[in-house]
């Protein structure tokens, strides 16, 4: 693999994760808002149901 290569893969994942924190951050809102079913939170934050679950879990 060259260099180039490595760099835009790491950019790559940086971007990746840092979309995945928004998700869970705005997921995090509307677990603490209680109007939306853990159902309705993944289908809007595109979030694995047992990852709301998780989440809800840990506030």
Not at 39 to 46: G, H, P, R
């Amino acid at each position: 693999m060259f260099l180039s290569d490595e760099l835009q893969h790491q950019r790559y994942m940086g971007r990746k994760e840092g979309i995945m924190s928004d998700k869970r951050e705005n997921a995090l809102r509307m677990i603490k808002d209680n109007e939306l079913s853990d159902e309705k939170i993944s289908f809007y934050t595109a979030l694995p149901l047992e990852e709301i679950q998780n989440l809800r879990k840990s506030i």
